[in-house]
């Protein structure tokens, strides 16, 4: 059954477990049951706090990140793997069962050319090396094609499928994002289409990263598209209402999202909730 999901940077600059009583009860009375939380900085992430906060407060936790600028997937193969070894770990450490997100380049880091058979190969490399760390820790790899303006490696949801199919890995996932879809893909629809069986994960973001229904998003098309594929995993909102400064620029985002910030959670996901239902998405 989908179950519904929340970004952390939508309600906090910086994850911190300490403040999980007093974040997320407003949250969870929303009907979301899964926190997805940036590993911004892994070495400083506290796993162990994490881990007894969501299950102090009845939460699944859902990790993500995009590599770091100097962790170049042509250049330092071999470090990039060890960085999501380790991040893996983090994640595991926290009671995720998965770590999503741009896991194969960084965010906003483009050749100016289309991808490469080389980086392609590179990028086959790494999801091999990676999916056997996550499968030693009992845990799963998202993969998440961005827009052309944040990257040139992996944009559409079928170049994921075709990556995960040529490294062979059963415990890789296509993670889809909305706004990345409403550039890069024919429709909702055809985009969750294409993921099919691969398709794991889903961030529900508008089109100007704000409040969901105060954009340009086909959100109908959106819940309808998850619904012919019988996608029962989460929908996380995001939305950048707080936004680290190692990841702003790659994501421009120049100015707030959304004149009222508390909209996001208070408007957003009441919204995304009754398009979900009003689709036959029963959410848990």
Not at 111 to 132: F, H, N
Request: overall charge negative; proline content about 5%.
């Amino acid at each position: 059954m989908p179950r519904l999901g929340l970004h952390g940077l939508a309600f906090t600059p910086l994850w911190n477990p300490a403040e999980a009583d007093r974040l997320l009860p407003p949250i969870t009375a929303h009907g979301v049951s899964v926190i997805e939380t940036p590993l911004l900085d892994p070495s400083n992430y506290d796993s162990i706090g994490t881990r007894r906060a969501a299950d102090r407060l009845g939460v699944e936790i859902v990790c993500s990140l995009g590599l770091p600028a100097e962790m170049d997937v042509m250049t330092r193969g071999n470090d990039v793997a060890d960085y999501l070894a380790f991040a893996l770990r983090v994640a595991r450490d926290a009671g995720a069962s998965a770590l999503s997100g741009v896991t194969y380049g960084t965010i906003g880091k483009r050749s100016g050319k289309p991808v490469t058979r080389a980086e392609q190969d590179a990028l086959c490399r790494l999801i091999d090396r990676a999916s056997k760390s996550a499968r030693d820790l009992g845990m799963r790899l998202g993969i998440e094609p961005c827009n052309r303006y944040e990257t040139h490696l992996l944009n559409t949801a079928r170049q994921c499928v075709e990556l995960i199919e040529r490294v062979g890995a059963d415990n890789v996932f296509v993670h889809l994002d909305t706004y990345h879809m409403n550039i890069e893909e024919v429709s909702m629809a055809q985009g969750f289409a294409d993921a099919g069986d691969h398709l794991g994960y889903v961030h529900l973001s508008e089109s100007n990263r704000g409040v969901p229904g105060r954009g340009t998003l086909d959100w109908q098309g959106t819940f309808e598209g998850l619904k012919s594929v019988g996608y029962d995993g989460t929908m996380t909102l995001e939305s950048f209402v707080y936004l680290a400064p190692e990841i702003a620029s790659g994501l421009a985002v120049w100015r707030p999202v959304a004149e009222r910030p508390e909209d996001v959670i208070e408007v957003g996901l009441p919204f995304l909730a009754k398009g979900a239902r009003a689709a036959g998405l029963a959410l848990a």
